[in-house]
């Protein structure tokens, strides 16, 4: 696994190594940790209030809306770890948030119990997440490729005290399913931190992009080439291993048991249209084409010890969510039977470990998937009147239908595939695939490891030629 590391030019490997740590110091040393926020919340001068988006979920039967969310004070984000590695255009950054208070109201619901309303406090204490950020160079700056983020810590408490206040009720202790709670907890988590989280990204972002590649190697500007070249040659290396983990995935996975997943039923009030509110139920719901999973641009490579971690990044290319039995009361809707979405976006991602046992041995560890943005239900305001096959969507069916994906159907999506893909990092050809990646089995002896496509040769010539320009001109001197 020596394409790794810059093995072939010991000044640039130096140069990388260093610039790597002073990029990091960059960073840290300009952090604001809440003026920068600004740009990304609704902050009123005169209110002082932070306005966030409403959230939903279902406690058992009943629908809870937290809305009008309010963040009493503005959030504080602080920098507490910090590493980069230009071997393999890399960074890590761990993140810490201030402690906060939430405010609104709480309002709860089912088909079977009349709507009640509550003020309600939600607590976020020591609150921690890491981002992981893969590097490009265009040009003479550092770009940001792709972002993984993930929750390290965090304490949450939601009450509301009933309307006499004589009694203060926490809802989330009514459930008893310990995985459903930290679902639900962690959507409520990511609902209320993710325009933070957001922030956070275009901050390293925009001081990735002011960093001049060139200068941080000594000023070489071949060396900002060779770096290039050297990122794609390793990520080459590992790229036969990725579409077969891929393929070896997505081959489970069209077993029928694991490639639909039941959703789960839906009730929720209509808006109110020509005095009528009306409520909706939808049953017989149901996910598939799990099997579908496709690379989503390059992969990120980071360095921990003698580990190597491998960032992957995925998309369903096409997931459908079909109900078979919806039932409306409102006049004007009452024709709908079924629908099936619009196609959808998606993102998610693998961790993976590499660590070498032996020169014939490496041992390939799944660390995380992680299914970032499953893709919302559109709603289509227009659909025509001679539609045989409506699509339109109420929007609060689509609403409640985006919220049970979210915080329901996420985290089943998730343990069914870390379960294939602990089966399939088991297999012994992909051990070959990272101690041999320039083997191949259709009898083509290409060297990933040696290719470079047309765009790179133009930028080494360019290099080149400046170099050649500036030492004629020393000459002159």
């Not at 607590?123 to 590097?135: N, P, R, S, Y």
């Not at 339109?392 to 999506?413: F, K, R």
Request: charged share 30%; aromatic share 10%.
């Amino acid at each position: 696994m020596n394409y790794i590391k810059i093995t072939d030019h010991d000044k640039l490997a130096a140069a990388a190594e260093s610039s790597g740590k002073v990029l990091v110091k960059r960073i840290t040393q300009s952090w604001q940790e809440d003026l920068w926020l600004r740009k990304k919340w609704n902050f009123t001068e005169d209110s002082k209030e932070l306005y966030m988006k409403e959230i939903c979920f279902m406690i058992g039967d009943d629908q809870i809306e937290l809305l009008h969310p309010v963040m009493e004070e503005e959030p504080k984000c602080k920098v507490t770890f910090g590493q980069g590695n230009l071997q393999t255009l890399s960074l890590v950054l761990k993140f810490k948030l201030n402690n906060m208070k939430v405010t609104g109201t709480m309002r709860s619901y089912s088909s079977s119990k009349p709507c009640k309303s509550f003020p309600y406090e939600l607590f976020l204490k020591d609150v921690e997440f890491e981002i992981v950020a893969g590097l490009i160079i265009r040009g003479d700056s550092f770009c940001i490729e792709n972002y993984s983020n993930n929750y390290l810590n965090f304490n949450l408490s939601l009450s509301y005290k009933t309307k006499d206040e004589s009694k203060e009720i926490f809802p989330l202790d009514k459930i008893q399913d310990s995985d459903l709670r930290k679902s639900i907890e962690i959507y409520i988590l990511d609902k209320l931190t993710k325009d933070i989280v957001l922030a956070v990204e275009d901050r390293v972002g925009e001081e990735c992009v002011d960093t001049s590649v060139s200068s941080m190697l000594d000023n070489e500007y071949s060396y900002r080439n060779k770096l290039r070249l050297h990122k794609k040659k390793m990520t080459s290396a590992f790229q036969k291993l990725v579409v077969e983990i891929v393929g070896m995935l997505n081959h489970q996975l069209e077993d029928k048991k694991l490639n639909e997943i039941s959703l789960p039923n839906l009730y929720g009030k209509l808006l109110e249209k020509d005095n009528q509110r009306g409520t909706f139920t939808a049953s017989q719901g149901y996910l598939k084409n799990l099997a579908s999973l496709q690379q989503l641009g390059d992969i990120t490579v980071h360095q921990d010890g003698e580990d190597i971690i491998i960032f992957v990044f995925l998309y369903f290319s096409y997931l459908d969510i079909v109900y078979k039995n919806l039932s409306i009361n409102r006049k004007d809707l009452e024709n709908t039977k079924s629908f099936e979405t619009p196609e959808n976006s998606n993102s998610s991602y693998m961790k993976i470990k590499i660590r070498k046992v032996n020169d014939e041995r490496i041992n390939l560890t799944l660390l995380d998937y992680k299914v970032d943005d499953l893709g919302y239900i559109e709603v289509i305001w227009d659909a025509p009147e001679n539609d045989t096959f409506k699509k339109y969507i109420e929007p609060e069916l689509a609403m409640w239908l985006n919220y049970a994906l979210e915080y329901q159907v996420t985290p089943i999506i998730e343990e069914r595939i870390k379960n294939c893909l602990a089966e399939v990092l088991k297999n012994e050809k992909l051990s070959q695939l990272v101690l041999h990646p320039q083997d191949t089995d259709d009898g083509n002896d290409s060297d990933p490891l040696n290719e470079v496509d047309e765009e790179d040769e133009e930028e080494i010539d360019d290099g080149q030629e400046v170099q050649s320009k500036e030492e004629k001109d020393d000459d002159e001197i």
